[in-house]
């Protein structure tokens, strides 16, 4: 089955910038996209199609994604982007999430 | 108010059945493609299942761990999608969210986008 792969955890100081890595055999050749989800909360889109914005999204987030690997970019990270991050990308019919990455911003 | 509220969850044994429900408001619901995603105790996000749209098919498909024991279903008359899990096994305890496939300016994407508050599940003796 197909697998995706975070770091467990990222940090990050206010005002930097943190990368968030998820990596899956040809990743590059499926459309990723990411969810950010704070405590208590249900999970909100926050990139989609590899490096496109939803409504209402801040400029700070980014995305890419080639070869193996997609990346998940904040710019400016603030205080309240602390949160798990999610990959997900559909293998044929079947969608798979990457395990989670924590960010803490320090 | 564009809305998703999941029902249903609550205790229930090893090899017991339980059925969920998730009432949608606020967009049309016969066109969206929906899906469950499940979240057990401190733990990651993982797909449950997907349904399309009757337009599209209304075919479904599974993760691999619950074919042949969870069915999705809908009723568009009354706008509710159902997750109906049979044989369940402690570690289909959970939240469950539904959550509906992203639409945009008349494009839709292999993203989600609205999501329930989700309902738990705990399978238990």
């Known amino acids: 089955s197909y697998e995706l792969t975070q770091p467990p955890s990222v940090s990050v100081s206010p005002g930097q910038t943190a990368s968030i890595s998820c990596s899956g055999d040809?990743?590059?050749?499926?459309?990723t996209s990411w969810y950010q989800q704070r405590p208590g909360q249900s999970p909100v889109l926050v990139i989609y199609?590899?490096?496109k914005r939803p409504s209402g999204i801040p400029e700070r987030f980014s995305g890419s994604n080639s070869g193996n690997t997609a990346t998940l970019t904040i710019s400016g990270t603030q205080a309240m982007d602390e949160a798990d991050y999610y990959c997900?990308?559909?293998?044929?019919?079947?969608?798979?999430f990457g395990g989670g990455t924590k960010l803490t911003v320090l | 108010e564009v809305q998703l509220v999941e029902s249903g969850g609550g205790l229930v044994k090893p090899g017991g059945s339980l059925r969920l429900s998730c009432a949608a408001s606020?967009?049309?619901?016969?066109?969206?493609?929906m899906s469950w995603v499940r979240q057990a105790p401190g733990k990651g996000l993982e797909w449950v299942g997907r349904?399309?749209?009757?337009?599209?098919?209304?075919?479904?498909d599974y993760a691999a761990p619950v074919k042949g024991r969870f069915t999705l279903s809908r009723d568009d008359s009354k706008n509710t999608l159902y997750l109906q899990m049979s044989s369940l096994k402690t570690d289909d305890t959970a939240v469950y969210y539904c959550?509906?496939?992203?639409?945009?300016?008349?494009?839709?994407?292999?993203?989600?986008?609205?999501w329930g508050q989700g309902t738990m599940v705990t399978v238990s003796s």
């Open positions: 959550t509906t496939r992203y639409c945009s300016g008349g494009a839709c994407y292999s993203a989600f986008d609205i």
């Open positions: 606020g967009f049309t619901f016969r066109n969206a493609w």
């Open positions: 349904i399309k749209s009757k337009t599209d098919g209304g075919t479904t």
């Open positions: 040809k990743l590059g050749s499926h459309y």
């Open positions: 199609q590899d490096s």
């Open positions: 997900q990308a559909w293998d044929s019919s079947t969608g798979v």
